[in-house]
């Protein structure tokens, strides 16, 4: 059964938008807790919605984490299980939050909203991330909590740097991915 022509240029969005997660991750590999993939799995939520955006960011966070040249997230499962929840969750909230960004007028609120969102994400990625070793190895509670606090100064400059990033270019992006998105009549059953 053949589709519309706006089914169609929906679909090549998504597969750009998930070439694109993956692609960005790929790129930014080899820079420590500097990442691109959170950002672009959110914006990918605000051109798509939270359907397709969560569909996007799992799908591109499979291929980056996939094929990341630092190491496979496969010989992993848990670790890629988990990757996969938390940036389809960022998918999910750019196009949940999409309608409450848009209102706020105010650039310093709604850069701090968007601080936020990233810096919520980022948490739930690196929580996520950080359990997947001891749970799926067996490890007691104190070295979780041993495990946990030696990553704890990746985590903070994770947190930070997402933080800055949504905060920054979160607000000019979001209204030129919406802009864009407007423009090519793509805006409707986001």
Avoid: C
């Amino acid at each position: 059964m053949p589709g519309s022509l706006m089914e169609y240029r929906r679909l090549a969005l998504m597969a750009l938008w998930t070439g694109l997660i993956a692609t960005v991750g790929i790129f930014f590999a080899f820079i420590p807790n500097i990442e691109l993939v959170i950002l672009s799995a959110f914006l990918g939520g605000i051109a798509l919605g939270p359907k397709r955006g969560f569909i996007v960011a799992v799908i591109g966070e499979a291929i980056f984490s996939a094929l990341n040249p630092i190491g496979s997230g496969l010989g992993f499962p848990l670790l890629y299980l988990f990757q996969l929840v938390s940036v389809g969750l960022s998918g999910l909230g750019g196009g949940l939050l999409f309608t409450t960004v848009k209102s706020i007028k105010h650039p310093v609120l709604q850069a701090a909203l968007l601080g936020g969102a990233g810096f919520g994400f980022t948490l739930v990625y690196d929580v996520l991330t950080a359990l997947s070793f001891p749970l799926s190895s067996g490890m007691t509670e104190g070295t979780l909590i041993g495990s946990i606090t030696t990553g704890f100064i990746f985590f903070f400059m994770h947190l930070v740097s997402n933080t800055l990033l949504f905060s920054l270019f979160g607000p000019g992006l979001v209204r030129l991915v919406d802009q864009q998105i407007m423009m090519n009549g793509l805006g409707d059953n986001r």
